[in-house]
């Protein structure tokens, strides 16, 4: 069925140090996955996202990658700050009919000063 | 100039009423979604619009009538409504790219709470 698996669903970490979130997808055919970061009161915002094509992809201190026999992908941010606290979505472009996201159940991760 | 905007930001209402939530973006973008943000951050698609067709219908009760009269807007109509239905609705917008590629931009959301 069409499912992304997320976790952690929380995460702390002291500002400085590293987060991982890792998501799992079931569909074979998804090709693109994006990462959104949503803030308190506000709406999900892109930040970073993969093609099927590619393994990894960087944009400063973020980070994903991706294993397409495995079936998973994750994103890594390197040097959190504070401001990098928010709950982060992964979602997978599946095929039903047309295209759509299917979203992971979220990560909240803290950064802690 | 925000990108994909919607009206009203916050709807509290009584069980039974009909309210329509508004979107619209200018980005020049074909098509247009609605997801349901329920109260555990889960976010899932509802409908989608692409220039001014209707594409995705998921299993959402018919109380909801989506509404696009041209390719930047996208209405959302809800009658009836039920308690159920208190959620945060998100609209999104995408163009047109390589098939299940494309980038979708999410608006600020509306805030409903039905007593």
């Known amino acids: 069925g069409e499912n992304v698996e997320q976790h952690p669903s929380t995460l702390s970490v002291q500002e400085g140090d590293s987060a991982v979130i890792k998501c799992t997808y079931s569909?074979?055919?998804?090709?693109?996955f994006p990462w959104y970061k949503q803030e308190l009161g506000k709406g999900p915002q892109l930040i970073i996202d993969?093609?099927?094509?590619?393994g990894e992809k960087k944009d400063q201190r973020i980070a994903v990658t991706l294993n397409k026999t495995a079936k998973h992908f994750s994103l890594h941010i390197t040097e959190t700050q504070p401001e990098d606290s928010a709950v982060y979505f992964c979602a997978a472009s599946i095929r039903s009919g047309t295209y759509k996201y299917i979203f992971g159940t979220g990560t909240r991760l803290k950064v802690l000063a | 100039d925000t990108a994909v905007s919607q009206t009203p930001k916050y709807l509290v209402t009584q069980m039974g009423n009909d309210k329509s939530i508004k979107c619209e973006q200018n980005?020049?973008?074909?098509?247009m979604y609605w997801y349901k943000q329920d109260s555990k951050k889960f976010l899932k698609i509802m409908f989608s619009y692409n220039n001014k067709e209707l594409i995705i219908n998921e299993t959402v009760p018919n109380r909801f009538s989506p509404k696009s009269p041209d390719k930047a807007h996208l209405n959302l109509h809800i009658n009836s409504l039920e308690l159920g239905d208190s959620a945060v609705y998100f609209c999104?917008?995408?163009?047109?790219?390589?098939?299940?590629?494309?980038?979708?931009?999410f608006g600020p959301g509306t805030r409903l709470l039905v007593l």
């Open positions: 569909d074979s055919a998804s090709n693109y």
């Open positions: 999104a917008s995408s163009l047109p790219g390589r098939q299940g590629q494309e980038t979708q931009y």
């Open positions: 993969i093609r099927s094509n590619v």
């Open positions: 980005l020049g973008h074909d098509t």
